[in-house]
């Protein structure tokens, strides 16, 4: 149980368009999952924490216009990545918790998703 | 504010145990997760500690102090499989939030 699942895993764009991440909960109902970024030979940041239903919230410095994360369904949030520049090439990985073999407390990751702008 | 530290790497021996240290420092604790990470991979649970004491799940066992903000991860019979990042998180009460530490590099050799 407990699995996390994120689309696509790999994505190259061009400057200047969005993309978007899916990530999904497939055997539990996640009420909050989270977005983190990753750098080369860096720990995660976290971005933003996402309730099912409500709007997220945003790190201190992550900005909400650029990064916007919709978390329509207990099983379902994306990250849209708008108008990317490379500076946003990086390993977004998101996680959920909720009810999972019964515990609550554990964030459980997704595989990553590995963006690299152009 | 919130600080964790643990070391950037350390280097280990195929069958040996090692011993990765993590201290903290952080309002409104509410557990400590470690995590292992393979490079280019998303980080996968092994265990997690809200009271102080060790917890044991076969070859890996954590162990959680409050009082001095301290925590280790103990790695037994090491295998060459378990080359990875191993990364250490505090959780505050503050919507669940982890915050992690910069993670540690283990590498193991024959």
């Known amino acids: 149980g407990a699995v996390v699942s994120q689309h696509p895993s790999r994505v190259i764009c061009k400057s200047g368009t969005s993309v978007k991440i899916e990530c999904r909960s497939l055997d539990f109902q996640a009420t909050t999952m989270f977005w983190y970024r990753q750098f080369p030979k860096q720990s995660l940041m976290l971005m933003a924490t996402s309730n099912e239903g409500s709007k997220a919230t945003y790190e201190q410095g992550v900005e909400k216009d650029k990064f916007l994360i919709n978390h329509a369904s207990l099983t379902l949030s994306t990250l849209t990545v708008t108008s990317a520049h490379p500076e946003d090439s990086s390993f977004y990985i998101c996680?959920?918790?909720?009810?999972?073999?019964?515990?609550?407390?554990?964030?459980?990751f997704g595989p990553g998703t590995r963006l690299t702008v152009l | 504010g919130q600080n964790i530290d643990q070391p950037t790497e350390m280097t280990a021996t195929e069958g040996a145990i090692v011993q990765i240290n993590c201290t903290y420092q952080t309002s409104g604790f509410n557990g400590l997760f470690w995590y292992q990470q393979h490079a280019g991979e998303a980080p996968t649970f092994l265990s997690y500690?809200?009271?102080?004491g060790l917890e044991e799940k076969g070859r890996f066992s954590s162990f959680l102090s409050r009082s001095k903000g301290y925590s280790y991860l103990l790695l037994k019979e090491l295998q060459m499989k378990d080359s990875a990042s191993y990364l250490c998180a505090v959780r505050n009460n503050q919507g669940g939030k982890l915050i992690f530490g910069q993670g540690t590099e283990l590498s193991v050799k024959p």
């Open positions: 996680s959920a918790t909720g009810i999972a073999g019964g515990n609550t407390d554990t964030q459980y």
């Open positions: 500690n809200v009271l102080d």
